[in-house]
């Protein structure tokens, strides 16, 4: 009767050696169980590998709305995986890959995953190293985006990613937090 579980913190993925942690185990259950609807595994290193198996297992279940994979070191790798295989998702409503290493190739990832997926409300992008590149990305999905709260503080966006955000919000309806804290943006 579960609908939350909160496994943060707990080494599931050993960075180094995925295969040693308990990946696959925590990938059958999420494709096994029908009745959570929030799963947390934040701070557990799985990694870019183990962030895409845990993406493919995501795609298969047909419950978990909500998705927390703060702080596994999942880069690029896992951004693109995310994007793969949740990009289409039609219930997946909030996603948090904060603190994840995510440099400007992800950044155009995440932005194909605010492009393409409808049910998204909420996405926590925050402590990344998007830059200005990848923050252009992700402007580009906001536009589109039905997004109510989007947070991208701590990448180093600089001014011509604080003004693709800006431009963006022109075309963008739903959004109704955003936070750019911390991103060195100047005056201008």
């Known amino acids: 009767h579960i609908q939350a579980l909160d496994m943060e913190d707990n080494q599931l993925g050993l960075n180094v050696d995925v295969d040693a942690g308990a990946l696959n185990h925590v990938c059958a259950a999420i494709v ?16 870019g590998r183990g962030c895409a198996a845990l993406a493919e297992a995501l795609q298969k279940n047909c419950n ?3 998705i927390s994979l703060r702080g596994n070191n999942m880069g690029d790798l896992g951004a693109r ?18 603190d994840n290493g ?23 992008f925050s402590w990344n190293a998007v830059r200005v590149h990848g923050t252009l990305d992700i402007a580009n999905g906001l536009r589109v985006s039905s997004l109510l709260r989007l947070n991208l503080a701590w990448n180093g966006m600089g001014d011509k990613g604080a003004g693709a955000i800006g431009s963006a919000l022109k075309e963008n309806a739903s959004l109704q937090f955003l936070d750019i804290s911390s991103n060195r943006i100047a005056f201008e």
């Not at 009745?35 to 595994?41: F, Y």
């Not at 995510?102 to 926590?124: H, N, V, Y």
């Open 32 to 47: 096994d169980n029908d009745v959570l609807t929030s799963l947390d595994l934040s701070y557990n290193n799985f990694a």
């Open 64 to 66: 978990i709305k909500e």
């Open 81 to 98: 995986a995310l994007k793969d295989n949740l990009g289409e998702s039609t219930r997946l409503s909030k996603i948090d890959v904060s």
């Open 102 to 124: 995510i440099g400007e190739e992800g950044g155009k990832w995440l932005g194909g995953l605010l492009e393409t997926s409808k049910a998204l409300k909420q996405a926590d």
